[in-house]
């Protein structure tokens, strides 16, 4: 009995040796791989301004008034940070002292100073269609009618 046990070990230990070294009798060399699969999401923050005026003009009844309002500009938003975002807005001509945006979900004045809105994030939700919005422009004290670039730049940041 002990000559058929060494008989079998002197068979079966070159065996084990082969599957050990990635080689298999009467079978091609084992292949072992491995794939690490990553997800990479680009940050999108996007602002659209749709049907916004690229210019003011301003009568002598709107210099009067000391304010002209502009309705039928829409905001199309797209931003996938987490944590949410800001709206800034900044008034860049100076014939305006400052920029009131309604429709917004809160209130957001800007000035030359600049104003920020914080926005909740849009991650898990579909995208929002476009925001209606009007702006209230509180015209400065010096100004005079004529013909003016649109006062008033918007921007998106992270929150």
């Not at 058929?4 to 298999?24: C, D, K, N």
Request: charged share 15%; aromatic share 4%.
């Amino acid at each position: 009995m002990r000559a058929g046990f060494a008989l079998v070990a002197l068979i079966v230990a070159p065996l084990a040796v082969r599957a050990a070294s990635g080689v298999s009798v009467g079978v091609g060399p084992s292949v072992r791989a491995a794939i690490d699969v990553a997800i990479v999401i680009p940050a999108v923050m996007q602002l659209r301004e749709i049907a916004r005026p690229t210019g003011i003009d301003l009568t002598a009844d709107d210099v009067a008034r000391g304010k002209v309002t502009v309705n039928g500009a829409q905001l199309d938003l797209l931003v996938n940070n987490p944590t949410g975002y800001l709206i800034r807005a900044r008034v860049v001509n100076a014939v305006v002292s400052a920029v009131s945006i309604l429709g917004l979900p809160g209130p957001l004045v800007a000035t030359a100073d600049s104003a920020t809105l914080p926005m909740a994030s849009m991650i898990g939700r579909p995208k929002p269609a476009p925001l209606a919005v009007q702006y209230e422009l509180q015209l400065s004290p010096d100004a005079v009618p004529g013909h003016y670039s649109w006062p008033l730049a918007l921007s998106l940041e992270k929150n």
